[in-house]
């Protein structure tokens, strides 16, 4: 039986909000039933601000989870809603150890990454958990013609869960614009996950995690990335305005 998840609107975008994202997702796996999952935090809301079509696909996917601090806090401070981070990395995890429990033929594919990453990552999760059935994994670099072959993988082996390791929001793009080859399939954006999993990077120690702060952790990692988070502070005014919108309103 499927359970209806809350919506509530984080800067006019949804998030789904449940007690049990994992069993949800393990159902609809059962089911065969196509969802597209998208693991929101604050840089992907501004991004939406900016993206028509990235707010579209956002707007139209069947699970968007509360992955960021930002997301939460909102939801908490704003909202009212008694909830707690569900990072996307972790709900992949959840997915992929339920999936191994039921010795099934259903099968799993890995899309992302730089050359080798998605295949260590699979091997990876073979070895912890040798019930998964992983139909392959290819690479997120590649040529038009290279893309064009692995649509035509995708089509004929129909895996029921993709995950997709592009960054955003170059996987949501993807996503939308191939769900159509699997459309019984779960696809998930996991972000960087799949360094994690291969061992290329490292995740932030769980204290960070726990006080809000592992964006700090991944700048560290990648420098970089310090024009990205200038969507941070954004979406922190927008909230303030939003809560001060709010209460003029009442």
Not at 123 to 140: D, K, R, Y
Request: aromatic residues 10%; positive net charge; contains cysteine.
């Amino acid at each position: 039986m499927f359970q209806t998840p809350k919506v509530f609107s984080v800067l006019g975008i949804p998030v789904h909000v449940m007690n049990d994202y994992p069993t949800w997702l393990l159902e609809c796996w059962q089911h065969s039933r196509g969802t597209h999952v998208i693991t929101l935090n604050a840089e992907m809301t501004m991004q939406a601000q900016q993206n028509p079509t990235l707010a579209k696909i956002i707007q139209s996917a069947e699970l968007v989870i509360p992955d960021g601090a930002g997301v939460v806090l909102y939801l908490r401070w704003l909202l009212w809603q008694k909830i707690n981070r569900c990072p996307g990395i972790e709900l992949a995890e959840m997915l992929l150890r339920g999936i191994g429990q039921q010795q099934t033929d259903k099968t799993i594919f890995f899309y992302g990454g730089a050359p080798g990453v998605a295949a260590k990552a699979a091997e990876f999760w073979q070895q912890q958990n040798p019930g998964l059935n992983i139909a392959g994994s290819h690479s997120g670099y590649h040529t038009a013609e290279e893309e064009q072959q692995l649509q035509q993988t995708l089509a004929q082996l129909q895996p029921q869960l993709i995950l997709v390791g592009l960054g955003v929001p170059r996987q949501e793009l993807w996503i939308a614009q191939n769900r159509h080859l699997c459309p019984q399939a779960i696809w998930v954006g996991v972000g960087g996950s799949f360094d994690i999993w291969s061992g290329t990077k490292s995740r932030a120690p769980s204290w960070l995690g726990n006080n809000n702060l592992e964006w700090l952790y991944r700048l560290y990692q990648e420098p970089w990335r310090w024009r990205r988070m200038l969507a941070l502070p954004q979406f922190a005014v927008k909230a303030f305005i939003y809560r001060l919108t709010a209460k003029g309103a009442t």
